[in-house]
Nanobody, 127 residues
Framework: QVQLVESGGGLVQAGGSLRLSCAASGRTFSSYAMGWFRQAPGKERDFVAAISWTGGSTYYTDSVKGRFTISRDNAKNTVYLQMNSLKPEDTAVYYC????????????????????WGQGTQVTVSS
């Protein structure tokens, strides 16, 4: 069992930055691939970014490439999402997710592939 707790959300003006954190507890964090998803009101939960458990592989949805960066610190059991040049369309509840894996550089981009989820943190970008 893995427990995930997101933090770092808030209200920011367009063009601003936020860094989300996801702290994990429970089983060995370093054996989990991690992902960030977001859900806007009335919409499905969509993939944002993913990282392998080594941190050697990352992947982003097209709309955030060049603006968002996913990273992890396995010593701190934490994954981060640095969000720069934020846009109003980035407004959503952001969730982190974890998936146990034996593949060091594999990552996952579909929400059904993840086993554990955090409670979410709200990000609001004003125009």
């Amino acid at each position: 069992q893995v427990q995930l707790v997101e933090s770092g959300g808030g209200l920011v003006q367009a063009g601003g930055s936020l860094r989300l954190s996801c702290a994990a507890s429970g089983r060995t964090f370093s054996s989990y691939a991690m992902g960030w998803f977001r859900q806007a009101p009335g919409k499905e939960r969509d993939f944002v970014a993913a990282i392998s458990w080594t941190g050697g592989s990352t992947y982003y949805t097209d709309s955030v490439k060049g603006r968002f960066t996913i990273s992890r610190d396995n010593a701190k059991n934490t994954v981060y999402l640095q969000m720069n040049s934020l846009k109003p369309e980035d407004t959503a509840v952001y969730y982190c997710a974890a998936r146990s894996t034996l593949s060091a550089n594999y990552l996952y981009t579909h929400r059904r592939e993840y086993d554990y989820w955090g409670q979410g943190t709200q990000v609001t970008v004003s125009s």
